[in-house]
């Protein structure tokens, strides 16, 4: 056994099941093996036949021209509104979104793009009059507003496609261009059962991530026309995530369109089945968004109901007064199972 492959992330937990992200899903055999087998080159020399094939994949899917397969969902968004903007121009995104509340501002610290926060509305969406309020007229005062960033789905919630092409008209309607973080895309389609051109034709450029819902290790691509495309993997140049023999990521990921976007409604139906069960306890008020679910009990709870679960195996995030429970594919109905049997053994 090598150093590390004994060791648990959650040190002094004997973790049975883990609902902090669906970011912590590991590769199972199957992808192990498509990762091993992957006919590899040199990426940045355009030569991986497998990160090739990822890309041509996605645009064709999501019914735009070409993709860029990038390490990681911020490196990916921030390629995207560096191609999108220049010094001095603004972005508009939701206040909830994660590309303004959890991407460190990299737009602005990198990139001199400022960040102008609308407020999220109950639905994760942004409303057209928000957006219309935020852009500034043509003025050498004010920044430049050049893009919309919207996200789907934003907390799990699934923004359905009317709403989100209402907001996406306004910003194009004033000459703006419109990038989704869309970390969680598959989610969204699963939950709003359209085809993945029908959610992609609200935007310019979207982001999606493999390591989340979809359970790769590794990766984000980032889809959209030729000039867009060619702009952000200049931008990954300069970011410094231009990978060499990145085909056995991306081995993972074709594995993952293959096999694993099916499966996304399973983790569905587990986290209503949890807010189901938890809606029988005294936890506070539930809310189930597509793999997701919250929960807000009473404060004196926090401590003691998380020394509980995780003396049975069971880990949820340390977040406070709302806690968030995620389904992904390290979540069996056995864990669920037994989480919710660790629930009711503590507010018995
Ligand atoms: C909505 C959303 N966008 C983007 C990201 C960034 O992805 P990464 O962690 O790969 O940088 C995340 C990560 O959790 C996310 O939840």
Same mark, same amino acid.
């Given at each position: 056994?090598?150093?590390?492959?004994?060791?648990?992330?959650?040190?002094?937990?004997?973790?049975?099941?883990?609902?902090?992200?669906?970011?912590?899903t590991?590769?199972?055999?199957?992808?192990?093996?498509?990762?091993?087998?992957?006919?590899?080159?040199?990426?940045v020399?355009?030569?991986?036949?497998?990160?090739?094939h990822?890309?041509e994949r996605?645009?064709?899917?999501?019914?735009k021209?070409?993709?860029?397969?990038?390490?990681?969902?911020?490196?990916?968004n921030?390629a995207?509104?560096?191609a999108?903007?220049?010094?001095?121009?603004?972005?508009?995104?939701?206040?909830?979104?994660?590309?303004?509340c959890?991407?460190?501002?990299?737009?602005?610290?990198?990139?001199?793009?400022s960040?102008?926060?609308?407020?999220?509305?109950?639905?994760?969406?942004?409303?057209?009059?928000?957006?219309?309020?935020?852009?500034?007229?043509?003025?050498?005062?004010?920044?430049?507003?050049?893009?919309?960033?919207?996200?789907?789905?934003?907390?799990?919630?699934?923004?359905?496609?009317?709403?989100?092409n209402?907001?996406?008209?306004?910003? &194009?309607?004033? !000459?703006? %261009?419109?990038?989704?973080? =869309?970390?969680r895309?598959?989610n +969204?389609?699963? /939950? @709003?059962?359209?085809?993945?051109?029908?959610?992609?034709?609200?935007?310019?450029?979207?982001?999606?991530?493999?390591?989340?819902?979809?359970?790769?290790?590794?990766?984000?691509?980032?889809?959209g026309?030729h000039?867009?495309?060619?702009?952000a993997r200049?931008?990954? &140049?300069i970011? !410094?995530g %231009?990978?060499?023999?990145? =085909?056995?990521?991306?081995?993972? +990921?074709?594995? /993952? @369109?293959?096999?694993?976007?099916?499966?996304?409604?399973q983790?569905?139906?587990?986290?209503?089945?949890?807010?189901?069960?938890l809606?029988?306890?005294?936890?506070?008020?539930?809310?189930?968004n597509?793999n997701?679910?919250?929960?807000?009990?009473?404060?004196?709870?926090?401590?003691?109901l998380?020394?509980?679960?995780a003396?049975?195996?069971?880990v949820?995030?340390?977040?406070?007064?709302?806690?968030?429970m995620?389904?992904?594919?390290?979540?069996?109905?056995?864990?669920?199972?037994?989480?919710?049997q660790s629930?009711?053994?503590?507010?018995a």
């Amino acid at each position: 056994m090598s150093t590390y492959s004994g060791m648990n992330a959650t040190s002094g937990v004997n973790t049975i099941c883990d609902f902090r992200s669906d970011t912590i899903t590991r590769p199972d055999v199957a992808m192990r093996e498509a990762m091993a087998s992957a006919v590899v080159g040199d990426d940045v020399y355009g030569d991986d036949p497998t990160v090739n094939h990822l890309e041509e994949r996605l645009a064709d899917m999501l019914g735009k021209e070409a993709a860029v397969f990038f390490p990681t969902g911020t490196q990916s968004n921030l390629a995207a509104i560096m191609a999108h903007c220049g010094r001095g121009d603004e972005i508009i995104v939701g206040n909830e979104y994660h590309t303004f509340c959890d991407e460190a501002a990299g737009a602005s610290v990198l990139a001199g793009i400022s960040l102008n926060p609308v407020k999220t509305e109950m639905g994760g969406e942004v409303s057209p009059d928000s957006i219309a309020a935020a852009i500034k007229e043509d003025d050498p005062h004010y920044a430049r507003s050049r893009l919309l960033c919207l996200e789907n789905t934003v907390s799990g919630r699934a923004i359905p496609i009317q709403t989100i092409n209402t907001s996406a008209k306004v910003a &194009k309607d004033a !000459g703006l %261009s419109v990038h989704l973080d =869309g970390a969680r895309f598959f989610n +969204a389609i699963t /939950a @709003l059962k359209c085809s993945p051109k029908e959610l992609a034709d609200c935007a310019d450029s979207i982001s999606l991530c493999m390591s989340k819902g979809l359970g790769t290790p590794v990766g984000s691509v980032l889809v959209g026309s030729h000039a867009l495309t060619a702009q952000a993997r200049r931008n990954r &140049k300069i970011l !410094g995530g %231009s990978m060499r023999q990145s =085909g056995i990521l991306a081995a993972a +990921a074709l594995y /993952a @369109l293959d096999h694993n976007i099916e499966t996304l409604v399973q983790d569905h139906n587990r986290a209503e089945r949890l807010a189901n069960a938890l809606t029988t306890l005294d936890v506070g008020a539930v809310v189930h968004n597509s793999n997701m679910v919250f929960f807000t009990p009473a404060p004196e709870h926090h401590k003691t109901l998380y020394a509980h679960m995780a003396k049975t195996g069971v880990v949820i995030g340390g977040q406070s007064p709302t806690i968030r429970m995620v389904m992904h594919r390290d979540i069996s109905d056995d864990a669920l199972d037994l989480a919710i049997q660790s629930f009711q053994s503590y507010y018995a």
